[in-house]
């Protein structure tokens, strides 16, 4: 085992120390981290949305920022304004919450489309445009977005193409019951998530550490069988009978990149089909859309992604 994939052994076992009970979320978590993409975290309120990000920044020992967005969020509160100085005459560049390496973005569907387009567009480009000048966001830079899906009130729900942005959208569920014992066993013994002193963490990694575990991951071999099998997948998606849209191209490209990253975490230099579907509900259940008759009948994306997987003959 090289020293870059213990360092993410570490990483795992220090997010399941202070986040009970979400082991498999927390392995989704790393795997988009080593891929470098963006996240939608999606979970009713009080299930550790905002305790994961924040340990893991700290972990890794990187910038960090929250935003709590709200309808009166403008675009500059976000990217940053050029300020007039009386008196030096001349304009000073105050840079927003956006130039940081990890970013919390608290409840992204309650903000306007222009703001979610201003964040979004930094995504994209890895950079910002200020008054004709493009200022580059740092080589980590990965959004964390989350989202309540019980309230839809005064809310701005993203549209598909900029979903499409987000790498994973994983989903926070309820912890099970031995889990939420041993919360509550914490909470006994005098542990609160809100009174934690996050700086009080020992970091297990750096963020050199993290860039440089994303370069390993993409020397993680692919046979051309793989390729074929995920492009069958892909293909499929495509002519799914309950599916209006099916995969693109980028989802095509994201799908191959994170299952390198899900083998490399498993300690191998080459992608197994289990690899391909270990990555699959996460990458696609805010890509696809499914038609109306089958959201009338009751589908789950989840259940459209296992069926559509089995639909496909694994490579021998």
Known sequence: MSETHSVFIRLGQGLNKIVVGQSHLIQQFLVALLAGGHVILEGVPGTGKTLLVKVLAQLIQADFRRIQLTPDVLPSDITGT???????????LKKGPVFTEVLLADEINRTPPKTQAALLEAMEEMQVTLDGESLPLPDLFW?????NPL???????????????????????????AAEKQMLLNRQAGFA??????????????VAEILQARQAVKKV???????DYL?????????????????SPRA?????????????????????PDDIKAVASPLFRHRLILKPEAMMDGLQMDAVIASLINQVPVPR
Do not use: H
């Open 252 to 272: 095509a490209g994201a799908w191959l990149q994170t299952s390198q990253a899900m083998a490399w975490l498993a300690s191998r230099d080459f992608v197994t």
């Open 82 to 92: 050029n300020i007039f100085d009386l008196n030096s005459r001349s304009f000073t």
């Open 193 to 206: 998530a809100r009174r934690l002193d996050i700086s009080s963490l020992q970091p297990v990694a750096t």
């Open 231 to 247: 492009l069958a997948l892909v293909r499929t998606s495509r002519q799914y009978p309950d599916l209006t849209l099916g995969a």
């Open 151 to 177: 309230e839809f009130e005064g809310t701005y729900p993203l549209p598909e193409a900029q979903l499409d942005r987000f790498l994973f959208k994983l989903v926070v569920d309820y912890p099970d019951q």
């Open 221 to 227: 071999k692919v046979s051309e069988a793989i390729v």
């Open 143 to 147: 959004v964390i977005a989350t989202q």
